[in-house]
């Protein structure tokens, strides 16, 4: 079973910078999708930023030019880069693993709150 660890997070005003890690241990199988979700308070969760194994990204339009996800393969890591943070950001992040090929399978970590002050 896939474990994540996810680290970062925290308070930061309005305007500035947050970075995000999450890494998974116990991976099987290398053809795999890792990324963040988030959730609001009364909304449902989102996903935020993905990127595969081969390095195909994926954004949300609310965060495209803001955030930037990147990914290390060997270490199975990826780190989320958070700039411009609006409060509009804030929530709970969720590190995701997971595959849409046979076997599928799906992993959340704990999550993270990120809380952008206006």
């Known amino acids: 079973q896939v474990q994540l660890t996810e680290s970062g997070g925290g308070l930061v005003q309005a305007g500035g910078s947050l970075e995000l890690s999450c890494s998974a241990s116990?991976?099987?199988?290398?053809?795999?999708?890792m990324g963040w979700y988030r959730q609001a308070p009364g909304k449902q969760r989102e996903l935020v930023a993905s990127?595969?194994?081969?390095?195909?990204?994926n954004y949300a339009d609310s965060v495209t030019g803001r955030f930037t996800i990147t990914r290390n393969n060997p270490k199975n890591l990826i780190n989320l880069r958070m700039e411009s943070l609006k409060p509009e950001d804030t929530g709970v992040y969720y590190c995701?693993?997971?595959?849409?090929?046979?076997?599928?399978?799906?992993?959340w970590g704990q999550g993270t709150q990120v809380t952008v002050s206006s």
């Open positions: 995701r693993w997971w595959r849409r090929v046979t076997p599928t399978s799906s992993y």
């Open positions: 116990k991976v099987t199988f290398s053809n795999n999708i």
């Open positions: 990127i595969t194994s081969g390095g195909t990204t």
